[in-house]
């Protein structure tokens, strides 16, 4: 139910965004032949703030291929490298960002939903996973696999050049795994991990 709600307000962002682009983008406006155009975004990600004890920090980097459909919408899909507790996985992921400025500080929000791409096998400690913290139980895993991934935003981009931009934001992360126990191979766990953290990205 998260993944439409998310992927429906990015379809409504860029309806929005593609029906307001000729007035925002009028033939006056300095920057009226630059505001749109494919582009990319990269970003550095560190989650390390843990919404509950017992979730994991993770590390990600992502480039964010996408259309400047305005001065005010960008949007794309993306793929990236994420790293939590050791477990590596791929996100691939539908991005949009909406700007609420086009001068040289830009307040923007932004939203990442897709799959976590990715899993590991073999005689995994569950303890690796963190879900009960100081008190997890001692047994083990046969796989640990990525399922759906969700990343907010809301921070602010810095202007280096008409299209090159310097962005520092929040981030709330998101991601379900399903784990599978050794002992009960038949009934696998789905085990949800919220963290928040900092972001630095690249936009041109």
Same mark, same amino acid.
């Not at 429906?8 to 860029?14: A, H, Q, T, W």
């Not at 593609?18 to 983008?25: D, E, L, V």
């Given at each position: ?6 992927l ?7 309806t ?10 009028a ?5 009226a ?17 843990k ?6 920090a ?7 291929p ?14 990236g ?10 996100? /691939?992921?539908?991005?949009? %960002? ?5 001068? +040289? !500080?830009? $307040? ?6 897709? &799959?976590m791409?990715g899993?590991?096998k ?42 090159n931009? /310097?962005?520092?934001?929040? %981030? ?5 795994? +399903? !784990?599978? $126990? ?6 696998? &766990?789905?085990?949800?991990?919220g ?10």
């Open positions: 139910m998260k993944r439409f709600t998310f429906v307000l990015l379809m409504s962002f860029i929005a965004s593609i029906a307001q682009g000729p007035s925002r983008c033939p006056g406006d300095s920057m032949a630059k505001c749109t155009g494919f582009g990319m975004q990269a970003d550095l990600n560190y989650n390390f703030i919404l509950k004890s017992t979730e994991m993770n590390f990600h980097i992502a480039v964010m996408g259309y400047h459909f305005c001065h005010y919408f960008f949007a794309g899909v993306g793929v490298y994420a790293n939590y507790n050791g477990f590596n996985f791929v996100p /691939l992921f539908a991005h949009g %960002t909406i700007n609420f400025s086009k001068g +040289k !500080v830009i $307040p923007f929000v932004q939203a990442k939903v897709g &799959l791409l899993s590991e073999g005689t995994i400690d569950y303890n690796r996973i963190n879900n009960g913290g100081e008190n997890a139980p001692v047994w083990y895993l046969s796989e640990v696999k990525g399922v759906y991934y969700i990343q907010p935003a809301i921070g602010v981009k810095f202007r280096i050049k008409e299209r931009l /310097l962005t520092v934001a929040l %981030t709330l992360d998101g991601m379900l795994t +399903k !784990v599978t $126990p050794t002992l009960d191979p038949t009934n696998p &766990l789905n085990i949800k991990n963290t928040m953290g900092l972001k630095i990205g690249y936009e041109f």
